[in-house]
């Protein structure tokens, strides 16, 4: 079976830009998490949504938002990028909020 | 969540067992300890979870004390590729509806030598 995927690997984005990552959650999983990564540091807990909707939030500000899709696909979205936004950006899927959660490769995100 | 404490590095020589212990002295009564591990830029990969029976699966065993405070992870014979950053969290697991995030710390870097 397939794991979770995340879109895209990479990506560039300029201060004050907007950016959007993807992830696609292991078949049957109806609950997404995200994290933050920076470098050196643990995963932070941003967001986790279940049946599409958002059932618990991390210390992030408000131009961090996400949201899932009926096929419990799910999109995180970044307004206004600064340098302190680079990070690798973590989704992990679990069957439901609080069960196991399976992690994706990442999306490696750079403010430039 | 819980806080848990573990050592910033460990070392192992391969073929070896590598013991990796993690201390959760405030770890409440519903609350599971939970292990993964993450190789270099990659996603976290979990490994192991329990609440307070000794638990083994293909990757690893996990040994909790009777008063639950603390665990150690065994990886039975450690190749190189177990190098790695190791997370112990502690996390309490709910029914279907309730939201419940990891809470990672700094981990124990296991360094796998030949």
């Known amino acids: 079976d397939a794991g979770v995927t995340q879109s895209p690997t990479h990506l560039i984005k300029t201060r004050g830009q907007q950016v959007t990552l993807r992830c696609s959650p292991i078949?049957?999983?109806?609950?997404v998490s995200w994290y933050q990564q920076v470098l050196g540091q643990g995963p932070q807990f941003i967001f986790q949504?279940?049946?599409?909707?958002?059932?618990g939030r991390g210390n992030f500000p408000d131009r961090f938002s996400a949201r899932q899709f009926p096929n419990y696909s799910s999109e995180l979205n970044v307004n206004a990028l600064l340098l302190g936004d680079s990070a690798l950006y973590l989704c992990?899927?679990?069957?439901?909020?609080?069960?196991?959660?399976?992690f994706g490769p990442g999306t490696r995100l750079t403010v430039l | 969540d819980a806080k848990t404490t573990q050592p910033p590095s460990m070392d192992c020589a391969e073929g070896r067992a590598a013991n990796l212990p993690c201390n959760h002295s405030?770890?409440?009564?519903?609350?599971?300890v939970y292990w993964y591990r993450q190789i270099h830029s990659q996603g976290p990969q979990y490994i192991i979870h329990?609440?307070?029976n000794n638990e083994t699966n293909e990757m690893a065993s996990l040994i909790i004390t009777e008063d639950r405070k603390s665990s150690t992870l065994i990886l039975p014979h450690a190749t190189l590729r177990d190098t790695a950053v190791y997370y112990c969290?502690?996390?309490?697991?709910?029914?279907?509806?309730?939201?419940?995030?990891?809470?990672f710390g700094t981990g124990t870097r296991l360094q796998v030598t030949l």
């Open positions: 329990g609440l307070k």
């Open positions: 078949s049957g999983h109806k609950s």
């Open positions: 405030t770890i409440s009564g519903n609350e599971y």
């Open positions: 992990a899927s679990s069957l439901f909020g609080a069960d196991t959660q399976y």
């Open positions: 969290i502690v996390r309490a697991q709910g029914d279907t509806g309730t939201a419940s995030k990891l809470t």
């Open positions: 949504y279940y049946e599409k909707e958002e059932r």
